[in-house]
């Protein structure tokens, strides 16, 4: 599969095909707030970290079915594993959880975007042969704009508590997919199954302490089963790519996701703004973005 996966092309079928993942978790999250009666940011962490830990047992599972023995990471990688579940998965999904629920849809979605420039910005601080190329920034700029087309409205204000926490939120995201691209050489599966479990256990555990439930029914059950698949299959494979590609080239697949996400808005809630021409404008331009980025760089640039 990796062989496969260094292709240029299959790749960014792959980094697509994960923002079409993530893209469906957020119609289907809405949909399960509204049918379990879930409101509070604790029952909301709560039903994250049941999501996570389950992602976790199915990448598990997964290794055992594949190679008959318990997952396995080498001692001196543990820390940097767990690390990758603390930033990747807890801390990061714990504060995106409050944030989101201190700010509007809007200015989530152009943050949420804007972590593809961190990404881009950061990489090669942190990678040797990653470079930052101004047909890169540019790249990430004309995608950046796509969004904020669509989202052009209630962008006045900031509070630490909301748009705030969302920023860090997306900074810890970056971080920890470059600790994850570190660590994760060699043992893509086992660090992903660790890291989302982990994770999970994390988010989970404030869950608790903030006094949050689970609602157990067959549809609580069956939604979040699902979701736990979209992340066991999305963060595998993003895992992959990660260690496979420059961080900021499959990162900046990132500005698809409130792209994806108005997409399965409209299949699963019939959410219809997809079809207005902003929209269709904005996924032009994320689209040329993304390209830009992943252009072979020249010897001379």
Known sequence: MQNLLKRKGVAMLAAVLCTVLWGSAYPVIKYGYQVLN????????????????????????????????????????????????????????ILNYIGVANTTATKTSIITAASAFFAVLFAPLFFKGERLTARKVV???????????????????????????????????????????????????????????????LILLIALIMGGRFPLTWQSVGIVLFLAFVSAAA????????????????????????????????????????FEPLYIVSIVLTAVGIVLVNRPTKSKE
Request: glycine share 14%; with cysteine; charged share 10%.
């Open 38 to 93: 879930i409101t509070s940011v604790a029952d909301k962490l709560m039903f994250a970290g049941v999501r996570f830990v389950l992602a976790g047992l199915m990448v598990f599972a997964f290794i055992w079915c594949k190679n008959r023995c318990v997952p396995t990471v080498p001692r001196e990688r543990v820390g940097g594993v767990l690390l990758y579940g603390v930033l990747q998965t807890g801390l990061m999904y």
């Open 139 to 201: 790249g990430v700029l004309i995608g950046m704009t796509g969004i904020v087309l669509v989202n052009n409205t209630a962008l006045d204000g900031f509070s630490f508590m909301g748009e705030g926490l969302v920023l860090i939120s997306m900074l810890l995201n970056t971080a920890g997919s470059f600790v994850g691209k570190h660590v994760s050489k060699g043992i893509v599966y086992e660090s992903t199954a660790y890291q989302l479990g982990f994770g999970g256990l």
């Open 235 to 274: 963060f595998t494979l993003w895992t992959a790519l990660l260690v496979l590609h420059e961080a900021g080239q499959i990162l900046v697949f990132n500005m698809l996701i409130p792209v994806t996400g108005a997409l399965w808005s409209y299949v699963i809630l019939g959410e219809t703004r997809i």
